[in-house]
């Protein structure tokens, strides 16, 4: 079992950024990939990006890539979610999520546990 608690999110003029962490409860962190979603209100949630294991891998979705960046200390257990250039589009809860299986895809369901979720508001 994997436990998942986010952090860092909050309020943000658009073209500021934020920057979203997720903590891990297992020392085995360093063997999951970790992913990010985003679930706006009225909205279906949304693959966000995907780290591998050792950070060799990285995917993003097409609205975020060359804006956000995800990275990972395996040290900390801690996966990292930096949003820059922010956009009023960006405002959701995001979440954070684990899977052992190698880049699980965009796929929710494909990820066996997931954060309770931090709320990000962009601001116009």
């Known amino acids: 079992q994997v436990q998942l608690v986010e952090s860092g999110g909050g309020l943000v003029q658009a073209g500021g950024s934020l920057r979203l962490s997720c903590a891990a409860s297992r020392r085995t962190f360093s063997t999951y990939t970790m992913g990010w979603f985003r679930q706006a209100p009225g909205k279906e949630r949304e693959f966000v990006g995907a780290?591998?294991?050792?950070?060799?891998?990285?995917d993003y979705a097409d609205s975020v890539k060359g804006r956000f960046t995800i990275s990972r200390d395996n040290n900390k257990n801690t996966v990292y979610l930096q949003m820059n250039s922010l956009k009023p589009e960006d405002t959701a809860v995001y979440y954070c999520?684990?899977?052992?299986?190698?880049?699980?895809?965009?796929?929710?369901?494909?990820?066996?546990?997931w954060g309770q979720g931090t709320q990000v508001t962009v601001s116009s």
């Open positions: 780290t591998s294991w050792s950070s060799g891998s990285t």
């Open positions: 999520a684990a899977d052992r299986k190698f880049m699980p895809g965009k796929i929710g369901s494909n990820y066996s546990y």
